[in-house]
Nanobody, 120 residues
Framework: VQLQASGGGSVQAGDSLLLSCAAS????????MAWFRQAPGKERERVAA????????YYADSVKGRFTISRDNAKNMVFLQMNSLKSEDTAVYYC??????????????WGQGTLVTVSS
């Protein structure tokens, strides 16, 4: 599987953005998918994850209620809808694939990052 993230940009606080991650390869539906982010000077953190079926989801407390992760296995796509953006959401966002949704260490396939900048 290869991953390509897109959709980042510069927005104002309170705005919304939709990040997309396109996957190539026939085994996409076998993988759990996640979005990670890394802000300048900070460690990378997982913000959302979704199981291979889409039935199970995880959100970091910092984004719960504002971000929604979804996937379309027929189109090999995963999305991150980000609403009510805050300046602290500014980061490079990465999509990643792994075999175990709950295990951060299992995400071993990474796309390139897409930059999200939120100005207050």
């Amino acid at each position: 599987v290869q991953l390509q993230a897109s959709g980042g940009g510069s927005v104002q606080a309170g705005d919304s953005l939709l990040l997309s991650c396109a996957a190539s390869g026939q085994t996409f539906s076998s993988y759990a998918m996640a979005w990670f982010r890394q802000a300048p000077g900070k460690e990378r953190e997982r913000v959302a994850a979704i199981s291979w079926s889409g039935n199970n989801k995880y959100y970091a407390d910092s984004v719960k209620g504002r971000f929604t992760i979804s996937r379309d296995n027929a189109k090999n796509m995963v999305f991150l809808q980000m609403n009510s953006l805050k300046s602290e959401d500014t980061a490079v966002y990465y999509c990643a694939a792994g075999l175990i949704m709950a295990s951060v260490k299992s995400y071993d396939i990474w796309g390139q990052g897409t930059l999200v900048t939120v100005s207050s």
